[in-house]
């Protein structure tokens, strides 16, 4: 039996986070209560952009997709990692691992490309006013969305591609919570240093590309505004901070994990772990308590159920 017809027919063996018993029950009902907060938070910001109609703006709308994407950032992985820190044997599928690869790869590259967006719309919103609505029209915002998935989606195939070539060697243990990319490549049968260089290559255009766009794009506008008032600087700044720290939140630990790895394997992980679940998580605090139309949308809507209760 060859490499490749062996990893066809096997499963993954997951690491996890510890090997320890007791702390992984504790991980378990944190990482829980984490992912629930997760979920409730990113479809509360969907659901109050939807049936508010203050909130009915371009900027708004992309807010609710990157809530959208968020929660399948989130839910590539965590689900997974928390049903196995109550498990002894923490096996995954050759098809489940292979998903996990395009998925994580695709939602990530899609949200990324989502934030570029969202820096365009500040960039339309802040130095050309005047023409916001006409530029940031329902058909251009359905357009970069869309655009921002088919960039995540051909980034992921090429991914996909590529390890499916691959002919694997027992055994199969990765030393992780998840199936990841440059984890499965080290466990070809043959020399993988090309491949894995190649694979960091094509990551790092998507994650470079994008940082660089997005650190170029919230400067410029600071800089325009700076310029024409210093009260508008201020605004400027207050506006963009949100989405500057999510930018950070996100761009950076892909950047060591992929771009620029630096192998060790804790740091990995807990890199890991940071972008699928504390920015997903951190993402809705940002943005709702940063945001006073937000909190305004919540509290009308907390009136009109509070309401709606009292006459029933």
Request: net charge neutral; glycine share 4%; hydrophobic share 50%.
């Amino acid at each position: 039996m060859d490499g490749s017809n062996q990893s066809l027919e096997s499963e993954f063996m997951l690491w996890g986070l510890t090997q320890s018993q007791n702390l992984q029950v504790l991980l378990f009902v944190i990482f829980l209560i984490l992912y629930l907060f997760i979920v409730l938070g990113n479809i509360v910001i969907m659901i109050l952009i939807t049936i508010d109609h203050h909130l009915h703006s371009p900027m708004y709308f992309l807010l609710a997709n990157l809530s959208f994407v968020d929660i399948w950032l989130s839910s590539v992985t965590t689900p997974k990692m928390i049903t196995d820190f109550l498990r002894k044997h923490k096996n995954i599928s050759f098809e489940g691992c292979m998903s996990q690869v395009f998925f994580a790869h695709c939602i990530a590259a899609g949200e990324m490309v989502l934030l570029l967006a969202m820096a365009y719309d500040r960039y339309v919103a802040i130095c050309k006013p005047l023409h916001y609505f006409s530029i940031m029209n329902l058909k251009r915002c359905t357009g970069l969305v869309l655009t921002s998935w088919t960039i995540g989606f051909v980034h992921a195939m090429s991914q996909l591609v590529a390890i499916l070539q691959l002919p694997l060697c027992g055994p199969l243990e990765i030393d992780s919570f998840f199936c990841d990319m440059p984890l499965v490549i080290k466990l070809a049968c043959t020399d993988s240093q090309d491949l894995d260089t190649l694979m960091n290559a094509d990551c790092g255009v998507v994650v470079v590309t994008c940082f660089s766009m997005l650190l170029i794009s919230y400067t410029y506008i600071l800089i325009t505004v700076r310029r024409s008032s210093k009260a508008g600087a201020s605004k400027a700044l207050s506006t963009c901070s949100a989405h500057i720290t999510v930018v950070m939140l996100l761009f950076l630990p892909c950047i060591f994990i992929y771009v620029w790895p630096l192998n060790i394997t804790w740091l990995d992980k807990f890199l890991a772990v940071f972008y699928s679940v504390v920015t997903p998580l951190l993402n809705p605090a940002i943005y709702t308590l940063r945001n006073k139309e937000i909190k305004t949308a919540l509290r009308r809507f907390k009136s009109y159920f509070m309401n709606h209760k009292v006459n029933t």
